[in-house]
């Protein structure tokens, strides 16, 4: 009888299952059953430190899953994919190194862009770049590792890197071509297109096309310029999207064949239109009950047929080009205005809010947050919005009215701020004294 109770309790042995059937067990497990696995035997650490192990877990995980080739192009580092769980905890559990990377004295509306190698920022009629890897600011501002070329016809309002140029608008409504030099670390005006109308409120490139969207409610199409010769003048086309309504954002999907206008939403028609490019006309109207004055303040195309936009209505919106509908939306936890937003093209996005230098971190995998990142400590009374923000498998930069703020969440950490575990115990508290 006890030779019978023995063989029954050895095949129950979980530790005696073939490798192939640990894999399919393993497989159910989440990253932090994992680990604990893993202390179990010196079989099961071996088989828990398997890339195998890992490797669909990693498609899934916030942030760090970098599936997107969009994204991997401006990811700095390219996680191991042992790598990207405990990076993913950092950024849901708030754990992160935090640096101020510039600060400057005047307050403005700041816009960032950002590639594997460089963060740029504009404010003013100042153009910096941040050189990620070395740390350290590219422009006389800051000494001899500095590189930009001043304009001062007007402040810049928007800005998009095209090849090697950054293409900017600025507010007395001309757009300027800078050549970037990478090897000398300078920027050099190359080519100044006027328009004398109004201001350039939002830009875009795609590889034939620059659009811009200004203040006059016009949004202008225009051939990329002939960088080595002068023009006499350069082809374009105007839409009028409404006389008094102005642009506000503007985004070519990846296809290169639309591209998306948002408004202030002040006029009598919706503050979101999809237009084709080569026949100046809108194909998408989007099935929406609008609020007086929901404007778009940024968006970013996820695929050729889904776009996510943010702005007045204090909304994260997902549409579905294909149905012409908003098919999932997510609301700010403090009601606050989002300034902008920022996606990894799979399932995380980033917003920067009108209150507290807070930016927020979404899966759209679900309807709650995932959690919020201050980049000040400040009363809540000189607080700024975050105007426009970047991030990638590792890091988070956001720019407020008088500086740039980076969160790093891979390395030493020296701050574990769980935000939102504080914000859900207010939560509980105020509703508890109802």
Known sequence: ????????????????????????????????????????????????????????????????????????????????????????????????KKQTILTQRTRLMPWLQMTRSILWWCGGHDLLGYVREQGEMIDNMFGDSFYTETYTGGDICKFVLWKNFIISGYTNGTINYFLVKYSKRKCRLVKRLVNNRSSVNA???????????LESGVVKIL??????????????????IHPVDKVRSLAIDPTGVKFAVGSTGIADIPPL??????????IDKMQHEWKHG??????????????????????????????????????????????????????????????????????????????????????????????SLQFDSTNLYCATDRHIVELSFSGPMIERLDYKSMYMDILSCGLFGR
């Not at 299952?17 to 894999?23: E, G, I, K």
């Not at 877990?57 to 997107?68: A, D, E, I, L, Y």
């Not at 239109?273 to 809108?282: D, M, R």
């Open 1 to 96: 009888m006890s030779s019978v109770v023995r063989k029954m309790t050895d095949t129950l042995r979980l530790d005696l299952l073939p490798d192939d059937v640990l894999l399919i067990i393993f497989d159910y497990c989440n990253a932090y059953d994992l680990l604990r696995l893993s202390e179990v035997c010196k079989r099961f650490y071996e088989m828990v430190h398997l890339d195998i192990v890992w490797a669909e877990k990693g498609k899934r995980f916030v942030v760090t899953n970098q599936m997107s080739k969009k994204f991997r192009d401006r990811c700095e580092t390219i996680l191991e994919i042992q790598e990207k769980w405990p990076v993913s905890y950092n950024w849901q559990y708030g754990i992160y």
């Open 203 to 213: 830009l875009d490139a795609s590889s034939e096309n620059l659009i811009a969207g």
């Open 223 to 240: 051939r990329h310029p002939d960088m080595d010769r002068p023009e006499k003048k350069v082809y374009e086309k105007e839409i009028c």
């Open 273 to 282: 239109h999809v237009i084709n490019i080569e026949c100046y006309t809108s």
């Open 294 to 387: 929901a404007g778009i303040l940024d968006m970013v195309w996820e695929d050729p047929n889904t776009l996510l936009t943010c702005g007045y209505d204090t909304y994260i919106r997902k549409w579905d080009l294909r149905t012409g509908k908003c098919v999932c939306s997510w609301a700010d936890p403090t009601d606050a205005t989002l300034y902008c937003i920022s996606s990894d093209h799979q399932y995380s996005m980033i917003t920067g809010t009108q209150y507290n230098c807070l930016a927020v971190l979404w899966d759209q995998r679900k309807n709650d947050f995932v959690q919020l990142y201050y980049m000040s400590s400040k009363p809540s009374s000189q607080r700024s919005p975050v105007y």
